[in-house]
């Protein structure tokens, strides 16, 4: 058994000072609440000297891995020049000329920090575009932690079907303006527009739900919330924080060949720095332009970070890389899969190659939150722990991120610890 003794001493001296003795809420999920001192490639170093092959990247920002020369060698280029500058440089046309030809039907781009400010940039834009008042979003979808929309996130089954706060602080004059519909359901979508399509100014939805569950969207669903959204003149928004530069290099547009009007990217966009961004139709953003409406941020277009977001585009570019990683990802789901049947263990696993949800106690594949909900978490947070101590980090919803540098000796590691793990997992 690995021991985490210095983690531990850390992290009650940390809560001292640091409410929660983490940075991030969500962060708490995991146990043992463990340090680290160090990253690199696939692998991560704590406190303690523990190795861990890593799948949770930074929670996905960390697509090329961490250390990776090309980002390093960018970003201290560039602190070599500046910091930040609160004004423009060179690296601002080169970004967003470099996702444009990168995204499929993107015309214009604009950079912010977090995909949460970028969630509140696109609903302000569509609101101001349209002159509506209304946002639908869906069960189980996560855009960001801001009262306006952290709204039935993870919902209890007496919650489902009408607008719930997903924390404290949180009150119903802060989301009144919100529509909650369950994913994967057309014909809900629909009903809704027939009665408040007037009023509607956009439909924000994760393609693939990848927070709860990494749920596929049905055959031609994707297409469907295009189309209403088109029929009844709103504006279709895609939540790409997690899927934009991971499953394809145009993101869920490219991967499932849907063309919404809007999409939001962050994460994986950067390789591990700070940086989101909206990528639209000139049209959409010309709200901005006209000065209908404002976009802003200190930090916007920090230099260092638009070096990290072209170096890790360009290096994700280059041939083979998504291959590669869903290739990895889909011989790993086999896998699970293959030791679990024989282990007499009831599981699924959902999503794609580089991004991926394991599931305890389902029989078919989730296709919304509420499916989800079925799953055995309890069996899940043992598999966690056990595989933590197999020297596999993983998140704690049951999530897989893979990325380019992983390789056949993580993945040769990775599936002798799932055997040995589900073998004893009674």
């Not at 069960?139 to 801001?146: K, M, N, R, T, V």
């Not at 209890?156 to 719930?164: T, Y």
């Amino acid at each position: 058994m690995l021991q985490f003794t210095g983690s531990e001493e850390l992290y009650q001296k940390t809560k001292e000072y640091l409410a929660l003795g983490v940075s991030s809420g969500i962060r708490m999920a995991s146990d043992p609440i463990l340090y680290f001192e160090r990253a690199d490639g696939p692998y991560y170093y704590d406190v303690d000297g523990n190795e861990f092959i890593d799948y949770t990247l930074a929670w996905g920002p960390l697509i090329l891995g961490s250390n990776h020369p090309a980002i390093n060698s960018a970003v201290i280029d560039q602190l070599g020049k500046s910091y930040t500058l609160g004004a423009q440089h060179r690296l601002e046309p080169k970004l967003s000329e470099l996702m444009v030809k990168s995204i499929p039907g993107v015309e214009q781009v604009i950079f912010s920090n977090t995909g949460t400010e970028a969630v509140q940039a696109a609903m302000r834009i569509c609101k101001t575009y349209t002159n509506r008042t209304k946002v639908v979003k869906f069960e189980g979808h996560y855009h960001g932690w801001l009262s306006n929309i952290l709204v039935s996130y993870h919902p209890s089954k007496a919650q489902l079907g009408a607008p719930a706060a997903s924390c404290g602080g949180q009150y119903e004059n802060d989301f009144s303006d919100l529509i909650i519909l369950p994913w994967n359901d057309l014909e809900a979508l629909k009903t809704v527009f027939q009665k408040y399509g007037d009023d509607i100014a956009c439909v924000i939805s994760e393609p693939i739900l990848a927070n709860s569950g990494s749920c596929m969207p049905k055959a031609g669903y994707l297409e469907g919330i295009v189309d209403i959204c088109k029929e009844y003149g709103a504006v279709s928004v895609f939540d790409e924080v997690i899927t934009g530069f991971r499953i394809a290099l145009g993101g869920a547009r490219e991967y499932f060949g849907v063309i919404p009007d809007m999409s939001i990217y962050a994460k994986a966009m950067a390789g591990g720095f700070t940086m989101s961004g909206i990528g639209s139709t000139q049209e959409i953003l010309s709200v901005l332009a006209e000065g209908k409406t404002i976009h802003a941020g200190t930090y916007n277009g920090t230099s260092h970070n638009l070096a990290a977001a072209i170096a890790t585009i360009e290096t994700l570019s280059q041939d083979g890389m998504y291959e590669k990683m869903h290739g990895y990802g889909q011989e790993l789901r086999a896998h699970i899969e293959k030791e679990a049947t024989k282990n007499g263990i009831q599981l699924v696993t959902t999503g794609v190659g580089s991004v991926f949800s394991v599931h305890f106690g389902l029989d078919n594949p989730p296709l919304d939150y509420e499916a989800v909900m079925g799953a055995d978490v309890a069996l899940y947070k043992r598999f966690h722990n056990a595989m933590l101590h197999n020297n596999v980090l993983l998140l704690p919803d049951g999530r897989w991120y893979i990325g380019a540098s992983h390789t056949e000796k993580e993945l040769e590691r990775t599936m002798k610890a799932v055997t040995k793990v589900l073998k004893h997992l009674h």
